[in-house]
């Protein structure tokens, strides 16, 4: 079946940058493309951008255009999203999500931002 | 940037009917706006409903459906269920991307 797993939670100062990872598995990883979609606390879900699974080109949110980059390593079946200049209000869960007809989320990693 | 509509709450009694609404502030929700509808419960990830307007998951209970409503998509739930209170969030596909409505809090009481 169809897993998402993604990397543990992180606490990042402002000003610092994360990276989050996506492993995939259960299924031929180019064949899908990814998004990166994050929930601060007690908000809604806000899309980030996706990639392509199959040649690796990218989206983003106008929002977050020139902030966030997502790449994949199609040897390790991963996706990565990194964000960078965070600020707290960058604080909140970030999920991956396959671009599937049925559409399959990761579990989500926290991150913190505090100085 | 479009605007992605849901109304904020509902409540249903149970074994009540239900409909949440997703509207669009571009116009019409068609099905080529590809409409999903997403449960979350509390520090949980969501969880894929309805895919594509009016398709279930395996795991969706038969009491919800999908469909396109008045320019809108729409969620039915008919016979509430005290496991159904949630948050319910859209999902449209556009040109630019994904636009996720602001959720709506499904009571069941």
């Known amino acids: 079946q169809v897993q998402l797993v993604q990397s543990g939670a992180e606490v990042k100062k402002p000003g610092a940058s994360v990276k989050v990872s996506c492993k995939a598995s259960?299924?031929?990883?180019?064949?899908?493309?990814m998004h990166w979609v994050r929930q601060a606390p007690g908000q809604r879900l806000e899309w980030m951008g996706w990639?392509?699974?199959?040649?690796?080109?990218?989206k983003y949110s106008q929002k977050f255009q020139g902030r966030v980059t997502i790449t994949r390593d199609t040897s390790a079946s991963t996706v990565y999203m990194e964000l960078s200049s965070l600020r707290s209000e960058d604080t909140a869960v970030y999920y991956c999500?396959?671009?599937?007809?049925?559409?399959?989320w990761g579990q989500g990693t926290l991150v913190t931002v505090s100085s | 940037q479009a605007v992605v509509t849901q109304e904020p709450s509902l409540t249903v009694s149970p074994g009540g009917t239900v409909t949440l609404t997703c509207g669009s502030s571009?116009?019409?929700?068609?099905?080529?706006?590809?409409p999903y509808w997403f449960q979350q419960k509390p520090g949980q990830a969501p969880r894929t409903l309805i895919y594509?307007?009016?398709n279930k998951h395996s795991w969706t209970p038969a009491r919800f459906s999908g469909s396109l409503l008045g320019g809108k998509a729409a969620l039915t739930l008919s016979g509430a269920q005290p496991e159904d209170e949630a948050e319910f969030y859209c999902?449209?596909?556009?040109?630019?991307?994904?636009?996720f409505g602001g959720g709506t809090k499904l009571t069941v009481l």
């Open positions: 999500a396959r671009d599937a007809t049925t559409v399959d």
């Open positions: 259960g299924y031929t990883f180019t064949s899908y493309s």
């Open positions: 990639i392509n699974g199959a040649n690796g080109n990218t």
């Open positions: 571009t116009g019409a929700v068609t099905s080529g706006h590809h």
């Open positions: 594509d307007t009016n």
């Open positions: 999902l449209l596909s556009y040109s630019g991307g994904w636009v």
